[in-house]
């Protein structure tokens, strides 16, 4: 039986691959480090000057982490839990038309490219993960995940429609933490608007956006949770957080890596009070309060207004267009991996966001392997 479903190692893909992992992106070529040292220098000619780097406040979220921060390596699968995922996508992978809502009796359509992408190995693998590995339970877990998408819109929220809410910075990208995992910043006393459906939305699109960003080989998130300066009122409702509790547990599992939350006043320590009952004990554990936020992220990509080095200034019209930007260039050069592998449910997340493991296809048993 194969084993190739065993967490990412090195492997040789393909000519039309090797061109994807290998050509140098516009996104890629404006986020290289720059050097003093250049080819004509090399030779011996006079060198060219370096344009001087930007002063002052950043502005713009970072595409990468520092280069020591890398997550940790998965432990290899056991026979039985390679059997298991392969029953899961025999399974998801046959679905054809599905239900469009959750309303009973609802009307079916096929699963589109971008449902088809979503459903990548590691996908499936957090899934399983979330169930305890029970084969029943994670294929209807994810289809009730990929109808609530289509149902709740996410792949609809543009950038235009969720910029009102984040007219202050009250959710910001920056920066990633000592295990590479993207940092999302929630800040409570930057709330600009009125309770509604669309701050909840708001959240389900950073969520995207943070996952758009994860290097390859990185499934979770940190979130930076600062309460300082916040009132009551400027907090969301306890109907509220467990509505986002639902959403993150069960339609975004295994994605929380660690939870950091700081200055917490009376009435949020009641309201997590309120609202720890609906709390799954694995996300308890990932949850530290008050800690020294230089613990868990690099002084060098954290915020100085959370403890750290970087200068930062949210500047909405500059940030919000290079967010988007950044990540929209990150979904085109995974859309386009996907396609020059196959267009395959089950696909290695490693590969789509340009890491050095291969595309993932099957021998001639039927088996996975990479390619």
Not at 99 to 118: C, G, K, M
Not at 149 to 161: H, K, L, W
């Amino acid at each position: 039986m194969s084993t190739a479903v065993a967490e990412p190692t090195p492997a040789s893909v393909n000519g039309s691959q090797e061109k994807i992992l290998n050509e140098k992106s516009p996104l890629a070529e404006a986020t290289a480090p720059k050097t003093t040292i250049d080819a004509k220098t090399m030779e011996g000619e006079d060198s060219v000057p370096t344009p001087a780097r930007p002063t002052g406040p950043a502005k713009q979220p970072l595409a990468q982490p520092a280069p020591s921060c890398k997550p940790a390596p998965r432990a290899p699968f056991t026979a039985e839990q390679q059997t298991k995922y392969n029953e899961v996508l025999s399974a998801v992978s046959s679905w054809a038309d599905i239900p469009e809502t959750s309303a009973r009796n609802a009307p079916t359509s096929p699963l589109t490219d971008q449902e088809r992408l979503w459903l990548t190995r590691e996908c499936i693998l957090r899934y399983l993960r979330a169930t305890k590995w029970n084969t029943p339970a994670a294929v209807k877990r994810l289809l009730e995940t990929v109808v609530w998408r289509r149902e709740y819109g996410v792949y609809n929220f543009t950038a235009d429609y969720i910029a009102p809410e984040n007219g202050t910075g009250k959710q910001v990208i920056f920066g990633f933490d000592n295990e590479g995992r993207p940092c999302l910043y929630l800040n409570p006393n930057k709330q600009n608007t009125k309770q509604s459906e669309r701050q909840v939305q708001h959240l389900v699109f950073m969520l995207e956006r943070v996952i758009d960003l994860m290097a390859p080989g990185q499934e979770t998130l940190a979130l930076l949770i600062n309460f300082k300066d916040s009132s009551a009122s400027s907090n969301p409702s306890v109907g509220t957080g467990k509505q986002v509790l639902n959403i993150l547990q069960n339609h975004y599992p295994e994605r929380l890596g660690r939870a950091l939350i700081s200055h917490l006043p009376w009435y949020v320590t009641t309201f997590f009070k309120l609202i720890s009952p609906f709390i799954d004990p694995v996300t308890k554990s990932k949850m530290k309060f008050n800690e020294p936020l230089t613990d868990h992220v690099p002084a060098s990509q954290l915020l100085r207004t959370s403890g750290g080095n970087v200068d930062f200034i949210y500047d909405h019209d500059v940030y919000w267009s290079a967010l988007n930007a950044l990540c929209g260039q990150k979904q085109k050069e995974c859309h386009e991996r996907w396609e020059i592998a196959g267009k395959k449910i089950g696909e290695s997340e490693v590969y789509l966001n340009g890491g050095n493991e291969g595309s993932v296809g099957t021998d001639g048993n039927g088996e996975e392997v990479v390619v």
